[in-house]
């Protein structure tokens, strides 16, 4: 159906019922991290995404986070499987963990290391 085709570009449980936005603190706990943690990501103050989880300001940034997610729950067919990936040590990141780059507000590296995993070509 289309309407289902529609929502699998997204994690559903990311958004706020009542604003429909994303949601900092509902990220936080899909991944299983602090809401401070999804500030860093994201790049903004802690103190500010606490406050105001689905604010308008940030939902940039939450988006571009979402839409990794949701291309990593594709690929390896859920979130579990996700977090996994996300806190298991790289060799193409130098034995780090995607997520220790991430809580570094380096979300472009990530995305280009599943860029080239999903596309096959390396980075």
Known sequence: MATQALLERTI?????????????????????ISTAAVARIIGRNDSAVR?????????AELARLV????????ALGSA???RIWLNATSDDLGGKTPMSYLLKGQLAIVETLVDAALTGEGI
């Open 12 to 32: 559903t449980s990311t958004h706020n019922p009542t604003s429909g936005r994303y949601d900092a603190q509902r990220l936080a706990r899909l991944l299983g």
């Open 80 to 82: 579990k499987n996700t």
């Open 51 to 59: 406050k105001h989880p689905d604010a308008p300001a940030y939902q």
């Open 67 to 74: 839409r990794l997610l949701t291309r990593l729950n594709k």
